[in-house]
């Protein structure tokens, strides 16, 4: 069953919530538990790179930097045979905090799932950017596509909150409202993010000037479908911005360093993945960095922490809480 958050973790959690706003903070931590990965996707570049040593403890880095939810990246997290260890620890030390995981999927297993699932998972995510092969090309792992939708429904039976990330780009923009249909038809959540050329400067993916109409058309589908479909979480703000980013190749009001941060597996702090290394997370204050200048991609996490906090979105926020 879904775990539900106890009033205790309710309260803890709403007081933390309330100090960010007020003094700011970290809403957010990308925490990489490894740079292993074994697919080959030709839009990043951690598969060919050098894996720097991984903590075996992640509590002295979540302490440290007090964020109100820890995201568990990559590389492949499931590469790690300790890694529901790695949750159940952060699970049992910290009395609020929203602990997410994002997976390629092919070396996720119904055991392996519902293992960090009673580890202390709140949201397991995968990535799936088609639901053919041509996921399977993207990222150099034949048959992935198909095992992780034969897999998906029997990880929803369990009870784990899951999910579909998906990478908005010019192969599959168009197809984004049937994913969308079709996840919410399983009772899978679906979170959108945008394609960026910028890590390895591989333009393959990036929506072309004569695709914009189309984009804008496929966005407002998309915005309509979120209004029937209660499976998609990425909120209008994020959307209407997607076809400007793909048009300028740049947004604005980034408040990455500010609001949210990336942590190397073994502890090293950086502004956001695309950025180097700052220094060690006990180097850690909330002045380490300055305001950023770099407008260049569109992630989802930047849209979580630069969206403005309006009623509408706090009581979005709340139904998602209480569902929990």
Known sequence: MSRKLTSSEMAIGGYKFFRYLVKGGLLDINLEVTKRCNAHCNFCDYWKEENPPELRDYVPVVKRLKPLSVG?????????????????????????????????????????????????????????????????????????????????????????????????????????????????????????????????????????????????????????????????TTSEYYLDRIPEFFAKRAIPGCTAGLNWIQVTPDGMIKRCSDHPIAGHYSDWRNSLFEPTTCDRCWYACRGAAQEPWTLKRFLALAKEALAH
């Not at 009395?95 to 996720?108: K, P």
């Not at 979170?191 to 072309?208: A, D, F």
């Open 72 to 232: 568990l990246t990559g590389g492949e997290p499931f590469l790690r045979k300790d890694l529901a260890d790695v949750i159940s620890s952060l699970r049992k030390n910290f009395g609020f905090l929203f602990i997410s995981l994002i997976t390629n999927g092919s070396l996720l297993t119904l055991d392996r799932g519902i293992e960090v699932w009673e580890a202390g998972l709140d949201e397991l995510s995968i990535s799936l950017d088609y639901f053919d092969k041509r996921h399977d090309q993207d990222r150099g792992l034949p048959g992935l596509a198909e095992h992780i939708l034969s897999l998906a429904p029997r990880l929803k039976s369990a009870g784990i909150n899951l999910g579909f990330n998906v990478v908005i780009k010019n192969g599959n923009y168009r197809e984004i409202p049937e994913i969308i249909s079709q996840s919410s038809q399983m009772g899978i959540r679906v979170s959108l993010s945008t394609y960026n050329c910028w890590r390895i400067n591989n333009e393959t993916h990036m929506v072309k000037e004569t695709e914009l109409s189309a984009l804008k058309d496929t966005v407002q589908k998309i915005k309509d479908l979120k209004n029937r479909c209660v499976n998609l």
